[in-house]
């Protein structure tokens, strides 16, 4: 409420008339800026997180895609490739199982599976503030959805196909480490990120779980 100031030449003076809605310095309060290092709007760094998920996951699924098109071009099937003195071979096999040839046979189930992974990182990827987890989510989702093209495309059929592995480690044919490809490295990598951001309490948003108030970016 303006207060009377006293008179001024005859005129009735109103203290505070002309200000309202302005600071000590006369800036208006709606032109103040946000305190330092808080967002002007939660959906900004939201984002940001959301276009870094989906960054990393197209381009796991480009080097994943382009990799397995150039290893069917040009390494036949049971041929091997020594690199690194040996402690890298390239070779060419599909694999109807999940990642590094776990459980062969349920190639149905894995597909499923896998849709089911993608559709619910996108939809968690709407409350997403952590930039761990938007690197982490980005990495499973960017494999997962690179191996389901070979399921869907790849022989013997639609939801069967063979998943195309072809980097084995120390030995060739995978005799001391199960054979993989681009997309399996990044689901494995983006669990082992999660499980550690999940240890330390860093949950989606950003907040700590464990007695922490505020946002991390984890």
């Not at 203290?15 to 800036?27: L, S, V």
Request: aromatic share 6%; charged share 20%; net charge positive.
């Amino acid at each position: 409420m303006s207060s009377f100031g006293g008179t001024r030449g005859g005129r009735i003076v109103v203290a505070g008339r002309g200000r309202r809605g302005r600071d000590d310095r006369g800036a208006p309060l709606a032109e103040q800026p946000a305190p330092d290092g808080a967002p002007a709007t939660e959906g900004a760094p939201r984002s940001r997180r959301t276009r870094l998920l989906l960054a990393i996951a197209v381009t796991v699924l480009v080097l994943d895609v382009v990799s397995k098109v150039v290893v069917v071009a040009t390494i036949e099937q049971g041929r091997d490739i020594r690199l690194l003195g040996g402690v890298l071979y390239l070779t060419h096999l599909r694999n109807v199982g999940a990642a590094f040839s776990f459980a062969q046979g349920a190639t149905i189930l894995f597909t499923v599976i896998a849709v089911a992974v993608a559709v619910v990182i996108v939809r968690t990827a709407r409350r997403l503030y952590s930039t761990g987890w938007a690197v982490a989510l980005g990495l499973v989702l960017g494999g997962a959805v690179g191996n389901l093209v070979d399921r869907v495309f790849r022989a013997p059929g639609f939801l069967r196909g063979g998943v195309v592995d072809f980097l084995s480690l120390f030995a060739p044919d995978g005799r001391i480490w199960p054979v993989f490809n681009v997309a399996d490295s990044a689901i494995v990598c983006g669990g082992i990120l999660g499980a550690l951001l999940a240890v330390r309490g860093i949950e989606f948003d950003g907040s700590r779980s464990r007695g922490t108030t505020g946002r991390d970016d984890g």
